[in-house]
Structures are given as C-alpha cells and as structure tokens.
C-alpha cells in the first residue's frame, strides 16, 4: 500500500448519515408506507461506501459478482470463499444500509442441514444481514429453516440467473396464464415461508404488479416493470462497466468505462511526455539535507580533478 492511500474517515455530513440504520423492519414497514425501496449492488469498500453514503436502502452483494467483477460468463462459477471475501468488503463500508449476501449456486442446493450452515457463515463471518436464495415453491422447506435458525431470507423468483441451462437461457418469464399462475403462487409459498421481501427478476409489469398486489411484503423488482415496491439494478450496469449492450430494463446513469479510459490514455501520455509526475508530486529532501548532500558532491569533484598524487620516482 502506498503512504497516500490510507483510509479516509467518512465526512461528517452526507446524505442518509443522519438516518438511522436500515433493517428487515424498515424495509417492510417501507412498503406499508407505499415508499419505495431503493437497491443496488457492491462488491467492494469503494462502491459500497459510495452506495451507501447516497442513500441506498439495500445493497445486495450479488452473485452477479462472478460475471462483472470476476469476468465469469454466467454466475454459476462463483463459490463461498469469493462471496463471502467480497461481502467482507462491504461490510466495512457500509453503515446505514441493509446488507444481503447472495449464496451462490451449489451453496444451498444439496441439503438443508448444509445450507443453514453456509447461510450462517455470512451472517458470522461476513457480517450480512441476510441471505437471498433463487427459487420458490420448491425453496419453502429451506426458508423455513433458514427462518428457523434467525437467518433473514430475501427471495427471488421469476428469471433466476441459477437456473440458466434448465431455462434455456436469460428468458422473461411468466408469459403464459400457467408461467403466471405458478409465478404467483411462488411469491406466496415464500412469504408463507418467511421471506422478509422477494426480488422479482425479468417478468411483465403485469405480473409483477399482481404480485405486489397480492402480497404483505416488498417486491423489489429488476427487469419488473415500475409497480413493484422497490427496485435493484447491478451497479456495474448503472455506471457502464460491463462491457456488453445494457439489457433493456437497464438505466445507464454514468459512463464510467469513458471516464475512466480518458483517465488512463491522459496518465499513459503524462508519462511518456515526461509531465508525470511534476515537481509537486515529488518528494524533497530538507533544505539543510540538500545542502549538506551538494557541498558534498563538490568536494568529491574537486578531488577527483585534481587527480591521484604522482608518486615518488625509485632512484635507478
Ligand atoms: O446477483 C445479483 O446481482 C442479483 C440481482 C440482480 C437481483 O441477483
């Protein structure tokens, strides 16, 4: 690390740092109040910290971790260690927002005994509030174990990236009367199950607004149309760091790839046209050092011309 980069303290004033701290309970007394519920995600202390200090209610660190921050195709590579890794970072930037680790596939898939234990490890080690799983009906009895065991569960249902192969691909789901009939009974089979809110990913508005409806608590939807009661999107997405087509639900709010990319061709030429660094981005030796270390170098140079003494001629 170098010396200029040591943390920073959070300025005294910023927006939401006067509100109190987020919890499940703000979240769902939120959608009584018909406020909507603001969510993004993070996966590192600099964008959380910026997340949080803006405001955001709920930052979800996203398996979606595998494919814009570690350049996986699909989410399906990332593991335990990295998610909990990530979620670690977050957590030491965030103060006031809520913070929800996803488990990645294969984490909560093979048993339930299992799935409690590495649900608790984020919550233990990582610092996460709680734990969002893919999957409805067929998750009841694994949140309700999750439940069980003091674990908050933030469900997902509709395009659950998870089931990518058994999808057939990134599809908007609940487009037939029986996707929409089973989507809903979904939404219900997990509040039943105690569920505190339940993402609704790539589903029509309609759906999504009949859900919401129908339900006591938070939809936050993505690709779900504006009737939901909150919204997530991917920060990399927000900003343009993805280096794909923006999906259609997508609203780019910066273009970071072009901030970013000037910023770097202009330090490259910098260098190479010898403006970096300048003086004032130099360190100095004290006045009284320089001097000593120049008095110095020129006696070494008056010696060194007046050159070695010849010596004494040997009589033949
Ligand atoms: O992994 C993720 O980022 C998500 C959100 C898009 C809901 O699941």
Redesign the pocket.
């Given at each position: 690390m170098s010396v200029t980069t040591s943390r920073h303290p959070r300025p005294a004033a910023q927006p939401g740092s006067g509100s109190p701290k987020v919890t499940v309970q703000t979240i769902q007394d939120k959608k009584l109040a018909r406020v909507p519920i603001a969510c993004l995600?993070a996966y590192d202390y600099p964008t959380a910290r910026l997340v949080d200090e803006s405001g955001i209610d709920l930052i979800?660190v996203?398996?979606?971790?595998a494919m814009v921050v570690l350049g996986y195709d699909s989410?399906l590579p990332v593991t335990m260690d990295e998610m909990l890794h990530h979620t670690r970072a977050v957590r030491r930037a965030v103060h006031r927002a809520m913070v929800v680790a996803?488990m990645p596939f294969g984490s909560y898939h093979a048993s339930i005994p299992e799935a409690v234990t590495n649900a608790a490890r984020f919550l233990k080690e990582a610092g996460a509030e709680a734990v969002?799983i893919e999957g409805g009906a067929s998750r009841v009895e694994l949140v309700t174990a999750l439940t069980a065991a003091e674990i908050p569960v933030l469900g997902?249902i509709g395009l659950t990236?998870q089931s990518l192969h058994k999808m057939g691909g990134y599809k908007v789901q609940g487009k037939t009367v029986a996707a929409f009939d089973r989507i809903i009974a979904d939404a219900r089979a997990l509040q039943d199950a105690g569920c505190f809110a339940i993402?609704l990913?790539g589903i029509p508005s309609a759906l999504a607004a009949a859900i919401t409806e129908q339900l006591s608590i938070p939809t936050i939807g993505?690709g779900a149309g504006p009737d939901c009661d909150g919204q997530?999107?991917?920060f990399h997405d927000l900003v343009n760091l993805t280096f794909s087509p923006a999906a259609k639900f997508v609203r780019r709010y910066a273009d970071a790839a072009t901030l970013f990319r000037n910023a770097i061709t202009h330090y490259c030429e910098d260098i190479v046209n010898h403006t970096f660094p300048s003086e004032a981005e130099s360190y100095h030796l004290p006045k009284d050092i320089a001097i000593q270390l120049e008095t110095r170098s020129k006696e070494k140079l008056s010696l060194a011309a007046s050159g070695p003494r010849p010596a004494a001629r040997k009589k033949a």
């Open positions: 995600t979800l996203g398996d979606s971790l989410t996803d969002k997902h990236p993402v990913e993505i997530i999107l991917v």
